[in-house]
């Protein structure tokens, strides 16, 4: 069965560092997104990206976040300059079409800044 | 920002027996509802879905029903089992946007 996979599964950085995170959605999928979770709180939407330009984005997905699908298989998440804060499990999403399709969810990657 | 709630943090139940995990909504606008099961160290896995069209749906041993007049989703587990033991998210998605909101999550806990 086809599935979201996300590379590291996690990272340990520093303050002030950049950090870059993959995922590789499902092949046949349009639409991608990223979500984080930060311990004890709820998944919180980040931004989606369809036919190459972000589509919708958060309060949070502030200046120092930035996406990517660099090739036809990757999508990528980057830090600029990582904030005590960022710290949190990060979530890549797919979906085959946008409203009223299931986003499928990766593994994550636990993101922890020091 | 509670857009999307779920007032129970957990559910202890029986096998075999019904699970009904609750979710409620402020959001007018939300016309697309879903449901995640979570494991620990995993991301959410999708479960069912429902449109606002819609007050049911079905799929195997999982149900979720839609209340509009309420604002209110229910998922409903029948019968209940040892492997279904993990958090359940409830999310909405509004017409024509792609991001979910999700709720706080429910943890379920199936006795055998």
């Known amino acids: 069965e086809p599935e979201v996979t996300q590379t590291p599964s996690h990272q340990v950085t520093q303050m002030g560092q950049e950090v870059i995170l993959r995922c590789v959605p499902i092949?046949?999928?349009?639409?991608f997104y990223w979500y984080r979770q930060i311990l004890g709180q709820k998944v919180e939407f980040l931004v989606s990206?369809?036919?190459?330009?972000?589509?919708?984005k958060s309060e949070i997905f502030d200046d120092q976040f930035s996406v990517e699908r660099p090739d036809g298989s990757n999508f990528t998440l980057k830090i600029r300059s990582t904030k005590l804060e960022d710290s949190a499990m990060y979530f890549c999403?797919?979906?085959?079409?946008?409203?009223?399709?299931?986003?499928?969810f990766g593994p994550g990657t636990r993101l922890t800044v020091t | 920002d509670q857009q999307v709630k779920q007032n129970s943090p957990s559910l202890s139940v029986q096998e075999g027996r019904i699970s009904i995990l609750n979710c409620d909504y402020t959001?007018?606008?939300?016309?697309?509802f879903l449901w995640y099961k979570k494991y620990p160290a995993e991301g959410p896995t999708f479960l069912i879905s429902?449109?606002?069209?819609?007050d049911k749906n079905e799929d195997g041993r999982f149900t979720v029903f839609l209340n509009k007049s309420a604002k209110h989703l229910s998922l409903h587990i029948v019968p209940s089992q040892p492997g279904d033991s993990a958090v359940y998210f409830c999310?909405?998605?509004?017409?024509?946007?792609?991001?979910?909101?999700f709720g706080g999550g429910t943890r379920l806990m199936v006795k055998p």
């Open positions: 999403a797919s979906s085959a079409q946008g409203w009223g399709n299931e986003q499928y």
């Open positions: 092949s046949n999928h349009l639409y």
């Open positions: 990206f369809y036919n190459n330009e972000i589509s919708e």
């Open positions: 959001n007018s606008m939300f016309d697309y």
């Open positions: 429902i449109s606002s069209i819609k």
């Open positions: 999310a909405a998605s509004e017409n024509a946007g792609n991001m979910l909101t």
